[in-house]
Structures are given as C-alpha cells and as structure tokens.
C-alpha cells in the first residue's frame, strides 16, 4: 500500500540531526550518539563549530531582548530547535511575562522536547510544522491561539534557512510569512553564509551535514539581505551575529569567521 | 578593607563583598573569561561576571569556615552547573583560575613566610594534626586543596545528574516522537484504509470491502454446510430523479436510501455497489426464509418518504436474491445469478424482490448461448431446409412445399424454428439468416422444376424485418433470374400480423413482387384480427388458416364446438374465394379433418397427415 501524503514520517534517530548536532555545540546533552559523532566530524572540519554555534544563539538572545525592549510581546519562532539553555519564552517572559511565544520546527523531537519544556506555560507552545509551507504555519489554530496578526509580531527564522534549498525560494517564503504581519512587527533572522570560509572548509562542512537530516545551503550576504525584503533594518544593518549589538567589545576574537550573518529588520 | 590573614575567620559574619576591593572584579572577570566559550552561557559578560564575584565571596567564606565544611565546596559546584557553566572545559578552568589567582587576587596569601613544612614536607597539604601543626598558611593551603577538591566533586557530580536528565529528557521527547508518529501513521492508514474501503457519498462499505467481505465467507471455511444469502438492491427509477431533480437532490436521495437500508438491514452489511446498486451480504442463512425477510425489510426501509430539496419523495428498489449453500459456488457465481435476478425483478413489474431460480437461468443461458453462436453456425453452413408438402384436397396433387428452417446444432442436435427465430429477431441476424432460407428455397425449386413439370412451388416465410427491407423486390429478383425460376414457383409467407402493421413501403414491395408473378399468402390466418378489408387491396393470393381452427375438425362433427369452428371455416372459405384467394389449412393430421375441409371447400391441407417436414431428396419422391 502506498503511503498517502498526508501521513506523517515516522521517526529515525539513527541519522544525525541538525537540531540535536546544534545542541552539541551549545554544550547540551539533548543528543544520541550519531549526533555527537556527526558533531565531533564537524568539529575536525570546523573546530570553531562550538564557538560559532554559541555565537549564534547569543546573537538569538540578543535580538530578543532587543525585540522585548522594543514592546513586542509575541515571537513566532520558527526553527526554534531543542530547547536548551537559553531560550526564547525564557528570555522574553524573563522581561515580560505577558509575552506569548509559539515555537516551530521539523524535527518531531525537538518538538517533542519543547512541549514536555512547555507543560504548564500557558503563554508558549510548539507546533510541528515546516518553513517550507508558510500557509499551515500562520492558519495553525495553535499559531492562531497565542499570535494576534493584527498586533505586532517578532517572527524569528535564526540558523534555520540554510536548511532550505533555492528551489524552496527562501525569499518568497519570509515574503509570505512578512505579508501576514502587521506592520511595527520584526523580522530576526540569520543563516550560514558561505563568507570567510576556504572552498575545502565548506566541502568538509557540507559533506557532515550530507549525513544528517538536513543538508546545508549558505548564501552570501546580499542573498541574506534580500531575505530582508520589506523590512527596515535596524542598527547595525546585517553583519555577522557577534557584531550585531554586542554585550561586550571582545566577544568574539574572528568574527570574519563567525559563518552566520544576520539582522533584525522592522516592518514598516 | 583588607582582610587580616591572621584573625581568626568569623563563619557567622562572613565578609562582605566590599571587604574584598578591586581584587574581586580582577578575580572574577578573570574566572568569566576562563569559562566563556567552554558552553553556551545565556548571560552578558556583565552578568556572569556579577555572577561569578558572588561565588568568589562564597569560596572565601568556605576557606575561613570554621569547622570547614564539604558542603560548601559542593554547592558552588552545582551552582556553577546550574548556570550552565557546565562543561568539563569548565570544570578544569575553574579550577585553574581558582588555584592561581584566588588567594593572590584577594589578597588572601599566607602572611608570613611559607613554613618548613608546608615548603618541602610531602604531607604539607595534609593538613593532618601530625604534621607538626600547620601555621596559618598551611592551613589556607590546605583548606583551598580540600576546597577545590569539594568543588570539582560537587560540579562533577551535578554536571553528571544534569547530562543523565538530559538524555533521559530526550530520549522521552525521541519516545514520544515516535509513539506519535506511529499512531498517527496508524491513524492515517485506518483514514486511507476507511476512505479505500468506504463509498465516500454514503459511507457505506463499497465494491471492495463487500468482495473481501464476500471472499471471506468462502475462505472461512465452505464445507461444513453453511449456507450465505445477497440481496442486489437497485432503485427504481433513479435516473429519472437525477434527471428532473437534479444530481444533487440524486445524491442526497442516495444518502437517505443508504441509511435507510443499513437500518432496514440490521447486521447484515450493506454496501453501495456504485450508482443507485447496493447489496446486503446475509452470513450465515439456515434456509432461504432468512434473506427473504431481509428483503422484504430492505423493501420497506427504501419504500418510506424522504424529503429531499424541501420536496416529498417516494421511492421503490428492486431486489434480485440468492441463497445457496457456500460450498459449490463462488462469489463471483453469486453476484452474478443476484445480478441477473435483480434483472427479472425489475422485468416482472419492479418494486419486489425475485428469487433465483436455476432452471430458469439455464433456459435464458442456453438461449443466450444459442443467440451467440448463431452468426458463425450460418457461416459454417449449420442451418438447413425441410420441406412440408402441400397438398390439392380435390386431387390429392403436390401443389407446393413449405420451407422450414432447421439448425443442425453440433451438441444439441437438430433445432427446430421456434427455438432460434425468436432470437434471430432479437439480434438482427435474421436478415441474413432469412435471406439465406430465401436463396436456398429458389435453389431448391429450381431443381424440382428442372425434375418435372409439376414442380410444387417452394413456401418461404419472411420475417417482418425483410418485409420492412428496402432491398427485398431486389433481392427475389436477382433470385429469380440466377436460377431462372418461374415466378410462380416461389411463394411468400407473411403473417396477418405483419401484414397489418407493415408500412406502406412493405406494401409497395409486396405489390412489386405481386407483379412479378410471385404469390404471396398470409399465413396463420384467424389468429390476429381477421380484418378482411386489407385482403381487397393487398396483392395477395391465398390464406393459410391457423391450424387452431383446423384442431377443431378432428372431434366428432356432432359436438357443437366442432360445429361452431366448421361454420367459421366455410364462412372464411367462402369468403376468400369471393375475394379470389385460395385456402390452405394448417395443422391436418386426420383424414376426418381433411374431409371436412374438402367438404367446405377447402382448397389445399398441409399438415401430418399429408406428409411431414422432409429433406429435400424425400420430396423428389412425390414429384
Ligand atoms: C540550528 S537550529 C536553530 C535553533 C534556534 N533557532 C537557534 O538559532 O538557536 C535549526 C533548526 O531548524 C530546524 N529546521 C530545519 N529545517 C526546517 C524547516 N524546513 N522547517 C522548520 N524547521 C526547520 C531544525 O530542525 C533545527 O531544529
């Protein structure tokens, strides 16, 4: 009997996931052992993947408490990986309870965690859903239970689309997410950009992410700025994420070499 | 303040974080530094740093304890992890930082130069009693191994519980995952298999859920004497609701029906076959009662009102039965004799059911076989003619011979007309088996005529359809001139009903070949309406009465039937000789029967007594 579309995948957690590989890195033990193996091949290729992978986050947390500070109240996180240290109910509840935040993400088990992370938040839940099918993300009744469209939104896509081939026009898929928002909402994204890296690092890097659930696809900066169509960056435009309002000035010692680019933009 | 080294260390007032100057931040900025980078920490530098000073504080406390107490050093280590420094980059750091530079940054060294002991002595960090008692530095030294020792046991221990909860964390969420993803995946395929399963309009099980169920009744086991019943239900009617109503008004019809019928139905499945064809399987029958009363259940269900479109509605269904013990039959066997059946019961006035009967089936089989085969036995030559003598009843003369069509069958022997003309009309091949019959019969009499001069003329009987044909005075003429017969050695039959209905066209044929000599006779005459009027226009020259009238004569001539059939038949003889025709009489089996028609003037008999259909070469015999 063939399998109909609309049945789900079933889980395999023999493969590596990018969600749980990025868990590795942060320092967290939500991962099996194809993971950390695929991680440690990583590092060999990479050995500031660690480094990179926390400057990121740190980067997501900065751009959320810039974002709370700016008076948004919701994020639609998409994405949003294992929960882990740091994430962005916490953050954002932390300076203002009242805010809602609804997590998305493919993988079934990181969604699987978010929701056990979850149990009892009122104000945050995760929905299974894909990137790549913006419509069943904003009529999701769950999305539609915590997010009022006509208020402003902080739609949060960091490290996520270069897990998105070109064929899945990126672009057009922010450009349907951002045509849902009202405007004053934020768009906070970043990826991998295939900047600052020799040909033979990228090669190594990518053939890791072959093995995993989720090959990788970097983009240079204008491709990442393009992402930010419709969007009015803010201070300071699109660098790479240790630069982006940093805590302190020594954050990050190479930041030519920090791989992920990215921005905040508000909608006009 | 500086702190004195040599006071004694007051482990209720511990000091304040003022109490330790600028050497705090230094220490403390120096320890964050140390362990940025070893895991994601969710703090600013600031933060961590303010963090870390507060640790600071609290290992110093812990050096001066008074007693000094493990549990301090514990903490801070699980403190550490609980802030996610957790790491064993971390671990190792910290340990480092705390080492060198805790006790120089707080300007907490030993006052006074290191002892003998504590400078070369092998148990200098003992701290032992033994040792030659340990002057204030030795004890600090001593108190930091400890110290460090309680932290890195304390973060161990919490780095370790915090990655066993993780994984157990994840392999719940992986656990779940899965659960979840298996039973959606069951759900779905129970969704794909109800939908694969299921008439999406009704919901009742369709064609391919009724064939497994059907199969399934044979699989089980068809020897044991069980016994299965179908009812092949089909509205009546439907299509015409479709067509005045509308398709949607149909379906919603259809809808009601179904639910109607699986009420009607009780346990028995019910499942819509397509269109408006539903079929209810009934298990496990001990006689055919038992499928009758669902019949008649299902009858009524279908029989009560719908409402459909604001509109009152009545329908009825037809329902075609069968019942039979399971072993010796398929299920294929079974659909198929319910089908035909169905087929009866809407033949036979719908509204009802029709049970299946065996014989029946094989009649409508065998006609069905014989209708199939016919075409290629007149190609194979299987057909053949008989010829019945008929005979003058004033001289005994052989005027002429009718021809009559056999089928020698190659299993069934030899047919007769009456078991395969009806059919030949029913297909259409009696176009061509009638012209065949007729190409024969000229050939035939032009032999006889050839063979002497007192040739009887050949009777064919045409069939309505040639009649009808456009290209029948085409087609005797060709005859007539191939074999170069007489037109007079030709007659044609056709029956008084065909003779009535038959359009002007047919006439204008009948008049043509009239013309051309041929005779033309109504045969069975007296079983239609008898109307004579048509007999003065119509170019015909003689009458071939029913043998009905003729069956009459053999009783003895005193009966007053008998009597009463003598009279009708002198009546139509004198008749028809008004109108110059000549009269036959059909069906003569006695010799009594044929003196009472010479007796009323009967021109010519044909029947067992005058001679029985024969093969052509018995014929020549007459001649
Ligand atoms: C590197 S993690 C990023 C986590 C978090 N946003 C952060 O930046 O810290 C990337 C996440 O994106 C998810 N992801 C990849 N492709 C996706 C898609 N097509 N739709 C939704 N999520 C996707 C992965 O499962 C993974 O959990």
């Given at each position: 009997?063939?399998?109909p579309?609309?049945?789900?995948?079933?889980?395999d957690?023999?493969?590596?996931?990018?969600?749980r590989?990025?868990?590795?890195?942060?320092?967290?033990s939500?991962?099996?052992?194809?993971?950390?193996?695929?991680?440690?091949?990583?590092?060999?290729?990479?050995?500031?993947?660690?480094?990179?992978?926390?400057?990121?986050?740190?980067?997501?947390?900065?751009?959320?408490?810039?974002?709370?500070?700016?008076?948004?109240?919701?994020?639609?996180?998409?994405?949003?990986g294992?929960?882990?240290?740091?994430?962005?109910h916490?953050?954002?509840q932390?300076?203002?309870?009242?805010?809602?935040?609804?997590?998305?993400?493919?993988?079934?088990v990181?969604?699987?965690?978010?929701?056990?992370?979850?149990?009892?938040?009122?104000?945050?839940?995760a929905?299974?859903?894909?990137?790549?099918?913006?419509?069943?993300?904003?009529?999701?009744?769950?999305?539609?239970?915590?997010?009022?469209?006509?208020?402003?939104?902080?739609l949060?896509?960091?490290?996520?689309?270069?897990?998105?081939?070109?064929?899945?026009r990126p672009?057009d898929?922010?450009?349907?997410l951002?045509s849902?928002?009202?405007?004053?909402?934020?768009?906070?994204l970043s990826?991998?950009?295939?900047?600052?890296?020799?040909?033979?690092?990228?090669?190594?890097?990518?053939?890791?992410?072959k093995?995993?659930?989720?090959?990788?696809?970097?983009?240079?900066?204008?491709?990442?700025?393009?992402?930010?169509?419709?969007?009015?960056?803010?201070?300071?435009?699109?660098v790479?994420?240790?630069?982006?309002r940093?805590?302190?000035?020594?954050a990050?010692?190479?930041?030519?070499?920090?791989?992920?680019?990215?921005?905040?933009?508000?909608?006009? | 303040?500086?702190?004195?080294?040599?006071?004694?260390?007051?482990?209720?007032?511990?000091?304040?974080?003022?109490r330790?100057?600028p050497g705090?931040?230094?220490?403390a900025?120096a320890?964050?530094?140390?362990?940025?980078?070893?895991?994601?920490?969710?703090?600013?530098?600031?933060?961590l740093e303010?963090?870390?000073?507060?640790?600071?504080?609290?290992?110093?406390?812990?050096l001066?304890?008074?007693?000094f107490?493990?549990?301090?050093?514990?903490?801070?280590?699980?403190?550490?992890?609980?802030?996610?420094?957790?790491?064993?980059?971390?671990?190792?750091?910290?340990?480092?930082?705390?080492?060198?530079?805790?006790?120089?940054?707080?300007?907490?060294?030993p006052?006074g130069?290191?002892?003998?002991?504590?400078?070369?002595?092998?148990?200098?960090?003992?701290?032992?009693?033994?040792?030659?008692?340990?002057?204030?530095?030795?004890?600090?030294?001593d108190?930091?191994?400890?110290?460090l020792?309680?932290?890195?046991?304390?973060?161990?221990?919490?780095?370790?519980d915090?990655?066993?909860d993780?994984?157990e964390s994840?392999?719940?969420?992986?656990?779940?995952?899965?659960?979840?993803?298996?039973?959606?995946?069951?759900?779905s395929?129970?969704?794909f298999?109800?939908?694969?399963t299921?008439?999406?309009?009704?919901?009742?099980?369709?064609?391919?859920?009724?064939?497994?169920?059907?199969?399934?009744?044979?699989?089980?086991?068809?020897?044991?004497?069980?016994?299965?019943g179908?009812?092949f239900?089909?509205?009546?009617?439907?299509?015409m609701?479709?067509?005045?109503?509308?398709?949607?008004?149909?379906?919603?019809?259809?809808v009601?029906?179904?639910r109607?019928?699986r009420?009607?139905?009780g346990e028995?499945?019910?499942?819509?076959?397509?269109?408006d064809?539903?079929?209810?399987?009934?298990?496990d029958?001990t006689c055919?009662?038992?499928?009758?009363?669902?019949?008649?259940a299902?009858?009524?269900?279908?029989?009560?009102?719908y409402?459909?479109d604001?509109?009152?509605?009545?329908?009825?269904?037809?329902?075609?039965?069968?019942?039979?013990?399971?072993?010796?039959?398929?299920p294929?066997?079974?659909?198929?004799a319910?089908?035909?059946?169905?087929?009866?019961?809407?033949s036979?006035?719908?509204s009802?059911?029709?049970?299946?009967?065996?014989?029946?089936?094989e009649?409508?089989?065998?006609?069905?076989a014989?209708?199939?085969?016919?075409?290629?036995?007149?190609e194979?030559?299987e057909f053949?003619?008989?010829?019945?003598?008929?005979?003058?009843?004033?001289?005994?003369?052989?005027?002429?011979v009718?021809?009559?069509?056999?089928?020698?069958?190659p299993?069934?022997?030899?047919?007769r007309?009456?078991?395969?003309?009806?059919?030949?009309?029913?297909?259409?091949?009696?176009?061509?088996?009638?012209s065949?019959v007729?190409?024969?019969?000229?050939?035939?009499?032009?032999?006889w005529?050839?063979?002497?001069?007192?040739?009887?003329f050949?009777s064919?009987n045409?069939?309505?359809?040639?009649?009808?044909?456009?290209?029948?005075?085409?087609?005797?003429t060709g005859?007539?001139?191939?074999?170069?017969?007489?037109?007079?050695?030709?007659?044609?039959?056709?029956?008084?009903?065909?003779?009535?209905?038959?359009?002007?066209e047919?006439?204008?044929?009948?008049?043509?070949?009239?013309?051309?000599g041929?005779?033309?006779?109504?045969?069975?005459?007296?079983?239609g309406?008898?109307?004579l009027?048509?007999?003065?226009?119509?170019?015909?020259?003689?009458?071939k009465?029913?043998?009905?009238?003729?069956?009459?004569?053999?009783?003895?001539a005193?009966?007053?039937?008998?009597?009463?059939?003598?009279?009708?038949?002198?009546?139509?003889?004198?008749?028809?000789?008004t109108?110059?025709?000549?009269?036959?009489?059909?069906?003569?089996?006695?010799?009594?029967?044929?003196?009472?028609?010479?007796?009323?003037?009967?021109?010519?008999?044909?029947?067992?007594?005058?001679?029985?259909?024969?093969?052509?070469s018995?014929?020549?015999?007459?001649?």
């Amino acid at each position: 009997m063939r399998r109909p579309d609309w049945a789900p995948e079933t889980i395999d957690i023999d493969r590596p996931s990018a969600a749980r590989m990025y868990d590795y890195f942060l320092g967290g033990s939500h991962n099996f052992a194809v993971d950390r193996e695929a991680a440690q091949a990583m590092i060999a290729a990479v050995p500031e993947a660690p480094l990179i992978a926390q400057a990121n986050r740190a980067f997501l947390r900065r751009s959320v408490r810039f974002l709370v500070e700016a008076g948004v109240r919701q994020f639609l996180d998409i994405g949003s990986g294992i929960p882990t240290v740091g994430n962005v109910h916490e953050i954002a509840q932390a300076m203002a309870p009242e805010s809602t935040v609804v997590y998305v993400d493919i993988d079934p088990v990181a969604v699987g965690h978010s929701r056990e992370i979850l149990d009892g938040n009122e104000r945050a839940l995760a929905i299974r859903a894909d990137i790549r099918d913006p419509d069943r993300i904003l009529d999701h009744p769950d999305v539609l239970k915590l997010i009022d469209f006509g208020q402003p939104v902080a739609l949060m896509i960091v490290a996520v689309l270069h897990y998105v081939r070109d064929e899945d026009r990126p672009t057009d898929l922010v450009g349907r997410l951002r045509s849902a928002l009202a405007p004053g909402s934020y768009l906070a994204l970043s990826q991998a950009s295939g900047e600052g890296r020799s040909p033979a690092e990228w090669d190594e890097a990518s053939a890791v992410y072959k093995r995993t659930d989720r090959p990788l696809h970097n983009r240079g900066r204008a491709e990442i700025t393009q992402l930010f169509d419709g969007f009015e960056l803010v201070e300071p435009g699109i660098v790479w994420v240790p630069e982006w309002r940093p805590d302190s000035s020594h954050a990050f010692e190479d930041v030519e070499r920090a791989i992920y680019i990215g921005g905040v933009g508000r909608l006009r | 303040m500086i702190h004195d080294p040599d006071a004694k260390p007051d482990p209720v007032a511990a000091p304040g974080q003022d109490r330790y100057g600028p050497g705090l931040a230094v220490f403390a900025r120096a320890w964050a530094k140390a362990v940025t980078g070893t895991s994601y920490l969710p703090v600013t530098p600031a933060q961590l740093e303010e963090f870390l000073e507060g640790l600071t504080v609290r290992l110093v406390e812990a050096l001066h304890e008074e007693p000094f107490s493990l549990r301090r050093g514990y903490q801070i280590g699980s403190d550490l992890v609980a802030a996610h420094i957790a790491s064993a980059e971390g671990l190792g750091r910290t340990i480092e930082v705390i080492e060198l530079r805790l006790l120089r940054d707080l300007g907490l060294s030993p006052a006074g130069p290191p002892t003998a002991a504590s400078a070369g002595s092998p148990d200098a960090t003992s701290g032992g009693p033994g040792s030659g008692g340990p002057g204030p530095g030795d004890d600090l030294r001593d108190r930091m191994a400890r110290l460090l020792g309680t932290v890195a046991i304390g973060y161990a221990r919490a780095l370790r519980d915090r990655t066993l909860d993780e994984q157990e964390s994840i392999r719940r969420a992986a656990m779940v995952a899965r659960e979840q993803a298996e039973h959606a995946l069951r759900e779905s395929e129970a969704r794909f298999r109800h939908q694969a399963t299921h008439d999406p309009l009704t919901d009742l099980p369709n064609r391919a859920l009724f064939a497994e169920r059907l199969a399934g009744v044979f699989e089980r086991d068809g020897r044991s004497g069980r016994r299965l019943g179908v009812c092949f239900v089909d509205l009546d009617g439907f299509k015409m609701v479709n067509d005045t109503l509308g398709h949607q008004a149909g379906d919603q019809l259809l809808v009601s029906v179904a639910r109607n019928l699986r009420r009607g139905a009780g346990e028995h499945l019910v499942a819509r076959m397509g269109g408006d064809e539903f079929v209810i399987l009934v298990e496990d029958t001990t006689c055919t009662d038992d499928v009758l009363k669902v019949a008649d259940a299902a009858l009524a269900a279908v029989n009560e009102p719908y409402v459909v479109d604001g509109q009152e509605l009545r329908v009825s269904a037809s329902i075609g039965i069968v019942e039979r013990p399971v072993a010796g039959t398929t299920p294929s066997d079974v659909m198929r004799a319910a089908n035909i059946t169905l087929h009866w019961a809407k033949s036979s006035g719908k509204s009802r059911w029709a049970l299946f009967d065996p014989e029946r089936n094989e009649r409508e089989l065998t006609r069905y076989a014989l209708s199939s085969a016919m075409p290629a036995a007149l190609e194979r030559g299987e057909f053949c003619l008989d010829y019945q003598p008929l005979v003058s009843l004033c001289d005994g003369r052989l005027l002429g011979v009718e021809a009559l069509v056999r089928w020698r069958h190659p299993q069934l022997g030899v047919l007769r007309p009456d078991r395969f003309i009806g059919l030949a009309e029913e297909t259409g091949l009696i176009v061509r088996l009638g012209s065949w019959v007729l190409a024969e019969a000229c050939r035939q009499a032009r032999r006889w005529v050839g063979l002497s001069e007192k040739a009887p003329f050949v009777s064919v009987n045409l069939a309505v359809r040639q009649v009808r044909g456009p290209g029948l005075v085409k087609e005797v003429t060709g005859l007539l001139r191939e074999h170069d017969l007489p037109p007079d050695r030709l007659q044609l039959e056709i029956t008084e009903s065909a003779m009535m209905n038959t359009a002007d066209e047919s006439v204008d044929n009948l008049r043509s070949l009239a013309d051309l000599g041929v005779r033309i006779a109504i045969d069975d005459f007296g079983t239609g309406y008898s109307n004579l009027s048509y007999l003065r226009t119509l170019p015909v020259c003689e009458l071939k009465v029913a043998g009905a009238f003729v069956e009459g004569l053999r009783a003895p001539a005193t009966e007053p039937a008998s009597v009463t059939d003598e009279r009708i038949l002198a009546t139509l003889v004198s008749l028809a000789h008004t109108l110059d025709l000549t009269v036959t009489a059909e069906g003569v089996e006695t010799a009594t029967q044929a003196d009472r028609l010479r007796a009323i003037g009967c021109d010519a008999a044909q029947g067992w007594h005058f001679g029985k259909p024969m093969p052509p070469s018995l014929v020549d015999a007459l001649l």
